[in-house]
């Protein structure tokens, strides 16, 4: 892998450095409470595993679900910032209600309002990162915006842990300083991120129309139906912090599991993503890669009773995060036309959504009923169908000239 390659970087427009900045400031504030919220549904509102899998599933599935509305809504309209403003509002709204829960309904509740706010925001966002980006550098802008993202999303655990040995494990006083970081996100993108002109004389179209929807090409819908398969094989990380809790690793260090995690996407996201920029149709071979270092790490999470075996599972989760997001976001752009990128995404975030809530429920079930291993031996084994289905797809047909 190469090096960073500066003169890269600054070609990159400002807009997308932005971007990046509000998601790690959005991430910086979810992840202070995500990091901890399976810990406080378990050990202080005495849900099951099978519930946490279940409320997770359900609010990442309602996020993605959530992106097919405003992505189709952002190419009606011809606009994007104004949804994502929405999305990161909804986002830092629903941050104080996680601290002022008094038992599991009001959780329930401020997580599908937070979710639906990352719905709204995730696929205007997405493709106005391909709006103001050139073909010829999307996959390493895409990365980059991921890896500003997930810096926050490593830092954010990183604080929780402090906070937890500072204030004696009070997860109620951590919730309400996540606050802060989710209102500087939105004032960031109010202030800071220029959309590209839009012609005025334009007429509006609908989006989904049978004809539109044609437009959307067979390779496209590829990209769509393996990116599902992805989602299902790689469930909820809310498993990888009650599996570090299972290891006996004490209750405000757990978040580490999440920094760790992080911490190895944040510093591969950027680099992945300028090597897919020069690898062309061999791109599928990275997203196979990537299935790969899954596999893995399901293999060792399954088998980990110590703190080694845990991070060298976590890690493995990270590189694989990191291959295989920036990417797949990429294709979409590469394989949709551009009027209709929103919807594109939109599509892109259904399955996967709906993918997602399948994982984690099943994830939950098998954690509950047979054990924690047998949930990451599943995920493996779903892995694997992935796999098969992309080297199938590899041989069948290639992606357009212009991937």
């Known amino acids: 892998m190469k090096p960073l390659d500066a003169q890269q970087l600054r070609r990159i427009p400002a807009s997308i450095w932005v971007l990046g900045f509000v ?27 099978l519930t946490v899998g279940l409320i997770e599933g359900m609010a990442e599935a309602t996020a993605l679900i959530v992106k097919v509305f405003s992505g189709v809504l952002s190419d009606y309209l011809g606009r994007r910032k104004g949804l994502a403003l929405l999305g990161y509002g909804l986002g830092a709204l629903s941050k104080p209600l996680f601290a002022l829960a008094p038992g599991m309904g009001l959780v329930v509740t401020a997580r599908l309002i937070d979710r639906v706010g990352k719905g709204i925001r995730g696929a205007p966002r997405d493709a106005l990162v391909a709006d103001l980006t050139p073909p010829q550098i999307r996959g390493a802008a895409f990365g980059l915006r991921q890896a500003l993202d997930t810096v926050g999303a490593f830092l954010g655990p990183l604080l929780a842990v402090g906070l937890m040995l500072m204030w004696a494990n009070d997860f109620r006083a951590v919730f309400w300083l996540a606050v802060i970081p989710g209102a500087l996100a ?83 996201a950027y680099p992945f993503g300028k090597l897919s920029d020069h690898l062309g149709e061999s791109k599928l071979g990275l997203l196979a890669g990537g299935l790969v270092l899954l596999i893995a790490a399901d293999l060792v999470l399954a088998r980990a009773e110590h703190w080694p075996m845990l991070l060298c599972g976590v890690a493995l989760w990270g590189v694989h995060m990191a291959m295989t997001q920036g990417l797949l976001a990429t294709l979409v752009a590469d394989t949709a036309p551009p009027d209709l990128r929103g919807t594109a995404y939109g599509f892109f975030n259904l399955l996967s959504g709906l993918a997602m809530l399948l994982a984690s429920a099943a994830a939950g079930w098998l954690w509950d009923a047979h054990g924690a291993p047998s949930t990451f031996y599943a995920g493996a084994g779903f892995c694997v169908l992935a796999l098969l289905v992309l080297l199938a797809y590899a041989r069948r047909t290639r992606i357009s000239a212009s991937v």
């Open 23 to 49: 998601s790690l400031l959005m991430d910086v504030s979810s992840e202070m409470i995500h990091s901890l919220l399976p810990l406080f549904m378990v050990s202080g509102l005495g849900a099951s595993a």
């Open 186 to 268: 939105v004032l960031l993108l109010l202030f800071g991120v220029q959309e590209p002109p839009r012609s005025s004389t334009a007429p509006r179209v609908n989006p989904i129309k049978p004809a539109n929807l044609r437009r959307l090409s067979a390779d496209y819908w590829w990209v769509v139906g393996i990116a599902a398969l992805f989602t299902l094989a790689r469930f909820s990380e809310a498993f990888l912090v009650l599996q570090a809790q299972r290891t006996g690793v004490p209750m405000a260090w757990v978040p580490l599991v999440m920094v760790a995690m992080n911490l190895v996407y944040a510093l591969a």
